[in-house]
């Protein structure tokens, strides 16, 4: 499940795309756009997401290097979202490597996402070996 990438930011290489709440940012409509460069699928998830937050998001909006990435280009809520920035401070690789794991940060994401949830559940599993 880990995997090595390059970080766009030149900084050292990150371990995973698994994002500090469980979502693979991998498979994210903006991280591949910005990795591929792909401005017809920037366009493409702009009017999606406009559509889907009920706001409007632009095509040059959609710039992301992956949440778990310290440095580089994100997607604007990355800034305010209070899980990535407890784990950016506290300096674990995701929550599931956290010491308060499972804290109430993730309630929100995991309703919304299962594969999140189960995710760090796997990893979280795995660090307890």
Known sequence: MVRRIENHSKSKPVRSLIGFCGIDC???????????NDALMKKLVAEEWSKFYGHEVKPEDINCVGC??????????????????????????????????????????????????????????????
């Open 26 to 36: 991998g498979e994210c409509k903006a991280y591949v756009a910005t990795k591929d």
């Open 68 to 129: 778990v990435v310290v440095e580089g280009p994100h997607i604007g809520y990355c800034d305010v979202c209070e899980i990535r920035n407890c784990g950016v401070q506290k300096k674990v690789e995701n929550c599931a490597y956290c010491i308060e794991y499972g804290c109430g940060k993730l309630e929100t994401v995991h309703s919304r996402s299962s594969k999140a949830k189960d995710t760090l559940e796997q990893i979280h599993k795995q660090t307890k070996k």
